[in-house]
């Protein structure tokens, strides 16, 4: 299991399209949310749903992590996961989430994702039409969760340059498969 981690507006989720088309066999989970859909965004970028509908099936046992974001005090939570058979799981999650993941899958690989500025950051944050207020708290927010992630991070991927930094993912991917196909196939 990869597990995409990082603050809003660091590119997790151009960077997890791109990895999805350099490697095939990666089941990328589509979370669960209780915010409104951003104008333009597609309409299976999440499971759009409502506080009562999501704490009913969080009650329920429905999520492997679930959180209220502090960015915006909306619920994000990760379903049960179905991957067809012969997949790795992907998830694109929040700092919260990823140490949650960690405790429950041991093995699960965590890729922290920074941006190469925090201009760049903010950059990202504002062209997504969310209100100035929630930018900056998303920004301040931000800075604490990548100091946090480090420590909890087995890789760290600058995306400065979307290519590349798809391509250094992808490698990560490819040592960890090989290194649990090593394990499996040892004596
Ligand atoms: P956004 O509203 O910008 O799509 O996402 C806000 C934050 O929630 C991002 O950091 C995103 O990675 C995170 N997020 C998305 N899905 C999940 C999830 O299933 N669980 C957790 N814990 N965080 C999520």
């Given at each position: 299991?990869?597990?995409?981690?990082?603050?809003?507006?660091?590119?997790?989720g151009?960077?997890v399209?791109?990895?999805l088309?350099?490697?095939?066999?990666?089941w990328l989970s589509r979370s669960w949310t209780?915010?409104?859909?951003?104008?333009?965004e597609p309409e299976d970028a999440y499971v759009f749903t409502?506080?009562?509908?999501?704490?009913?099936?969080?009650?329920?046992?429905?999520f492997i992590?679930?959180?209220?974001?502090?960015?915006?005090?909306?619920?994000y939570g990760t379903p049960t996961l179905e991957p067809?058979?012969?997949?790795?799981v992907l998830l694109e999650i929040?700092?919260?989430?990823?140490?949650?993941?960690?405790?429950?899958?041991?093995?699960?690989?965590?890729?922290?994702?920074?941006?190469?500025?925090?201009?760049?950051?903010?950059?990202?944050?504002?062209?997504?039409?969310?209100?100035?207020?929630?930018?900056?708290?998303?920004?301040?927010?931000?800075?604490?969760?990548?100091?946090?992630?480090?420590?909890?991070?087995?890789?760290?991927?600058?995306?400065?340059?979307?290519?590349?930094?798809?391509?250094?993912?992808?490698?990560?991917?490819?040592?960890?498969?090989?290194?649990?196909?090593?394990?499996?196939?040892?004596?």
């Amino acid at each position: 299991m990869f597990v995409v981690f990082g603050a809003g507006g660091v590119g997790k989720g151009a960077l997890v399209g791109r990895l999805l088309e350099l490697r095939p066999g990666l089941w990328l989970s589509r979370s669960w949310t209780t915010r409104a859909r951003r104008p333009g965004e597609p309409e299976d970028a999440y499971v759009f749903t409502d506080r009562g509908s999501f704490l009913a099936r969080a009650e329920a046992g429905g999520f492997i992590e679930w959180n209220e974001f502090a960015g915006n005090g909306h619920f994000y939570g990760t379903p049960t996961l179905e991957p067809p058979p012969g997949h790795d799981v992907l998830l694109e999650i929040d700092l919260n989430g990823a140490r949650q993941v960690k405790k429950r899958y041991p093995g699960a690989v965590l890729v922290l994702v920074v941006a190469p500025s925090s201009e760049v950051r903010a950059q990202r944050l504002r062209s997504r039409g969310d209100e100035e207020a929630a930018v900056r708290r998303r920004l301040e927010l931000g800075e604490a969760e990548e100091a946090a992630g480090r420590l909890v991070a087995d890789h760290v991927v600058v995306n400065d340059d979307l290519q590349r930094a798809a391509s250094e993912l992808a490698g990560i991917v490819d040592m960890h498969r090989e290194r649990v196909a090593g394990t499996v196939s040892s004596p």
